[in-house]
Structures are given as structure tokens and as C-alpha cells.
């Protein structure tokens, strides 16, 4: 049996995140059906993570065991010729069977795009705010992030996660062009709704509803009813992950 990973990207638009689930369309439920014509074979995929209802990937890596060699250009090929429109396969690579896609990331980053002029071009892929907000203090606030590691109050309220610790090592609001913002964010892991729920208190900040040591008083009250309301799905991009250099060497360990 060997492992190996998949490199996807996908449009959430229309799908119910990447977990697959009774009654909904999800993106692992796309993948799955797709890879098993491909391979004659009932393949479980597991998944560097989740993503919620409407939320975007430029890079999801996704793990599969297989009996059997693999041609993993003509698979991906094939994949891609299967799959929607709005989900696309990069590349398939053989990697060490211990090498897992949720456990082993060294980091995960999302984007989360904003724009403060209306077009109907990118309505899926970013959120129109109607102001122009202090992203001077904004971005004040984003820097206290890196300061903690206990992020209950940006956490889904009654998650099932162990912990509520991340380790943050970038968070910063950047300007693309004119119109657009965009923030980034870099993390060991994330929590269900973290980044979502962090943008929508920093847009806070940046109308002025709060200030920046309000911003680090709800961080250290651990408590999601004090943080502001989630931002909308179609601006959050999960945009990079990144694994250790040798998960493809095949006779070496972690």
C-alpha cells in the first residue's frame, strides 16, 4: 500500500465546504467519486482540513493509499477531465506512508479579500464593505495575535477541538490595488471560523467600534460572545499549506 498526496484548488461557491455529508454536496464528496472511476476502487480521502459552507481553496492537499503503482500525470489528467468546472487537480505525488495531510503541515495560510468599490465580477470572491476603514488600526490590532496563543474567542462556539491554542506568525492587512485589501494569515492551525470570525472584529476596529485595546481584551476574555460577528464566506481563500521538505523521501522520518 502507498500513500499518496493531491494538490487541489476549488470554487466553494456552491459547495458545503470539503467535508463530505449526508443530504449536501461537498467538495470531498466530488473528489471521491471522481478518483474511484479513475481507479476502479472505494479510496477514503483525508484532508489537510476543513473548509466551511462558501469558503475557498487555492491549495487543499489530500491524501490516499492505493495497492498498485500509479501514473500520477495521466491520473491527474483524467481527474481534471471528471471533476467540475470549479474544482481543479494540480498535480499527485508518491509520498512517505507516514506522511499524514492534516497532522503534518508545518503551517496553513488563508487570504481573506476585501473590496470597498461594488462590481459584480468578483461578488463571489470578496466582501463589499460600503466604507473605508482604518486599516492603520486595524493592522495594530492584527499584530496582538502574534502576542497570544489562546484564541477561544474567535473560536465556533461548542466546537469539539482539544485545544484553542495556535501559534500565529503572521497577520496583516496588505492593499492589492485601489479598491482591494487583503489579509493574511499564517498559523501551525486554525480553529472552525477562526479567520472569519477575526476579520469580522478587525472590520470592528476599523469603523471605529472598537478600539485596539478592545481588540486585546476580548482576546483575553476567551469568550466568542465578546468578539464581533463572522465575515461573510466567499472572501476567505485557504491559500497555502506547507509540509516538511522530505515527505517524498521515501527512507526517512519525520
Request: charged share 20%; aromatic share 12%.
Amino acid at each position: 500500500m502507498q500513500r499518496f498526496f493531491i494538490y487541489i484548488a476549488y470554487d466553494g461557491t456552491i459547495y458545503h465546504g470539503w467535508q463530505k455529508q449526508p443530504n449536501a454536496t461537498s467538495v470531498q464528496q466530488c473528489l471521491t467519486n471522481a478518483l474511484n472511476i479513475v481507479l476502479r476502487s472505494d479510496i477514503p480521502l483525508v484532508g489537510a482540513g476543513r473548509t466551511d459552507t462558501g469558503v475557498h481553496a487555492r491549495v487543499m492537499v489530500v491524501h490516499f493509499d492505493f495497492e498498485g503503482p500509479i501514473d500520477c500525470i495521466a491520473t491527474t489528467e483524467r481527474l481534471n477531465r471528471l471533476l467540475p468546472p470549479d474544482i481543479s487537480v494540480y498535480k499527485i505525488i508518491e509520498v512517505r506512508n507516514d506522511v499524514h495531510a492534516r497532522f503534518n503541515p508545518l503551517s496553513r495560510t488563508y487570504k481573506y479579500y476585501i473590496t470597498t468599490a461594488k462590481t459584480p465580477f468578483n461578488r463571489n470572491y470578496h466582501w463589499y464593505i460600503y466604507f473605508t476603514p482604518d486599516f492603520e488600526a486595524m493592522n495594530l490590532a492584527a499584530g496582538l495575535l502574534l502576542k497570544h496563543t489562546d484564541f477561544t474567542s474567535f473560536s465556533r462556539l461548542h466546537n469539539n477541538a482539544k485545544t484553542n491554542f495556535c501559534h500565529i506568525s503572521q497577520a496583516e492587512w496588505t492593499k492589492t490595488d485601489k479598491n482591494e485589501w487583503v489579509f493574511t494569515i499564517k498559523a501551525d492551525r486554525f480553529l472552525r471560523n477562526m479567520v472569519r470570525a477575526i476579520v469580522g472584529t478587525l472590520l470592528d476596529v476599523g469603523r471605529g467600534k472598537l478600539s485596539v485595546d478592545d481588540f486585546r481584551d476580548i482576546i483575553l476574555q476567551k469568550d466568542r460572545c465578546k468578539a464581533g460577528s463572522s465575515a461573510p464566506a466567499k472572501g476567505l481563500f485557504l491559500y497555502d499549506i506547507e509540509y516538511p521538505d522530505n515527505i517524498t523521501d521515501i527512507n526517512s522520518a519525520l
